[in-house]
């Protein structure tokens, strides 16, 4: 495990960023064309400020409960998905921010309590004249042996389509 932040996976935070995908762990990559090279900036900051996952009916709150402010590196708190008529808390803490011309976004990883392990990203990139969404996620469950593991895949992939419509209004 890693030491950094308290995450509950085994790699180096920021793995997710890269293409190396650690040993049992599943790699999902999911792009969505946003809009032209002009929406690039509102849409980072849109992603930083957790809009995806508010706009795909996600709560995100820091570990005092109140809203998460603007992701920065270190934060830790919770995000409250919606599943199965209740709020699963899954605890994270950002592990990396990215600020470059042409990327902008952040990545979270686990903590103690989330029913996955791994690390997520979420991504602006200017790509010529298009800005472009980018998912990125190393998982695997946090009980690969429980009957929950089936149900956590089933709501990672309905989220994944939820957070690629997001910042398009689709």
Known sequence: MSEVGGVTFDFAPGT????DAPRGYRRLLRRSVVGTDRAFADAGRAVLDWTVQRASGIAVRTAEGADAPP???GLAGVVVVPALGVGITAPMVVTRVVRERDLVG??????RGHPEVGEEAFLVRRVGTETVFELRALSRPAFPYSLAAPIGLLLQERFTGRYLRALTGG
């Open 106 to 111: 952040f990545a979270y990883g686990t903590r």
């Open 16 to 19: 997710v960023l890269g293409e």
């Open 71 to 73: 992701a920065e590196e």
